[in-house]
């Protein structure tokens, strides 16, 4: 099956790939790297009568660091976060996590801030970036505004994005030296969309504590204090008092109702806290 015929603009700035977007008179979507709404188009599970293309926008491409951490501009692809071609202030979580994406050639043209347009539970950055307490920022043309990466979604593959909005960038904070990070996630074979996962960090000198379960029947569920998981306390060595009681009680609690899927959800959380005390 081939896509239904539609309209192609390339913008040359932020204000006209909004103008397009606010078109009322058909719909208008985003394109990138394509990695996600190509599939769509040609199952016909969209069929917008525009695509409005953001590759030649430079503010997109951007990728800068600073002391207190890093803006990466929604264009950035995944392979290039992979291969080092952009600042790092995460003591290398971000290149390990796109390594794990897919395949090279869906890494080659996939982009970051598609990854989080898309809201798929399933993806890995809506459930990499919560963990690292990453904010996007998001124009309207002529406004700018900044939201916490765990607030973008309600409902999957609905990102809560206004009329005419869209994902120009991502600013991740710095993870200190001292900071434990891990992350797991279970797919069928690599490659394949992940059928649980979990990212946890435990930085003590931003004394943050943080966990985040994806590939859930809803959006990533961020937990920014996750002391309920580790025994009610966050001081000292947190990671080692993990309590797969209070894990499961959780995921009753998100609707999980079956015990072999809250079994794979805890043991995936559990092998994430275990990279992170290694």
């Known amino acids: 099956m081939k896509p239904v015929a539609f309209d192609y603009a390339r913008p040359a700035s932020l204000a006209e790939a909004s103008a397009l977007l606010r078109r009322d008179d058909l719909e208008a979507r985003l394109i990138a790297g394509g990695q996600s ?20 926008l430079a503010d997109l491409l951007a990728a ?38 897919a395949y090279r050639a869906v890494r080659n043209r996939g982009t970051v801030g598609g990854s989080l347009a898309h809201a798929d ?27 916490a990466v765990g607030g973008l979604s309600s409902a999957p593959f609905e990102p809560a994005l206004g009329p005419g909005e869209l994902i120009i960038g991502i600013r991740i904070p710095a993870v200190s030296p001292d900071a434990r990070w891990g992350y797991y996630k279970h ?46 306390d966050a001081g000292g060595a947190p990671l080692q008092r993990f309590d797969a009681a209070a894990a499961d009680d959780l995921l009753q609690e998100l609707g999980i109702a079956d015990p072999i899927a809250r079994q794979m959800h805890r043991v995936v959380l559990q092998r994430a806290i275990q990279r992170a005390n290694a």
């Open 121 to 147: 539970p399933s993806g890995d950055w809506p459930c990499v970036l919560p963990a690292l307490g990453a904010v996007l920022r998001l124009s309207d043309g002529g406004n700018t505004r900044e939201l």
């Open 64 to 101: 800068e660091r600073d002391a207190d951490g890093m803006y990466l501009g929604a264009c950035v692809t995944h392979a290039n976060i992979e291969d080092g071609r952009v600042p790092d202030a995460t003591g290398g979580i971000l290149p390990q996590v796109a390594a794990s994406i």
């Open 37 to 56: 709404l190509g599939p769509m188009l040609n199952l016909r599970l969209t069929q917008p009568g525009l695509l409005v293309d953001i590759t030649g």
């Open 187 to 232: 797919c069928r074979k690599p490659g394949e969309l992940a059928e649980a996962m979990a990212a946890v960090l435990w930085d003590p000198a931003r004394d943050t504590l943080r966990v985040v379960l994806g590939a859930l029947d809803a959006p990533p569920c961020v937990l920014d204090d996750a002391g309920q998981l580790f025994g009610g």
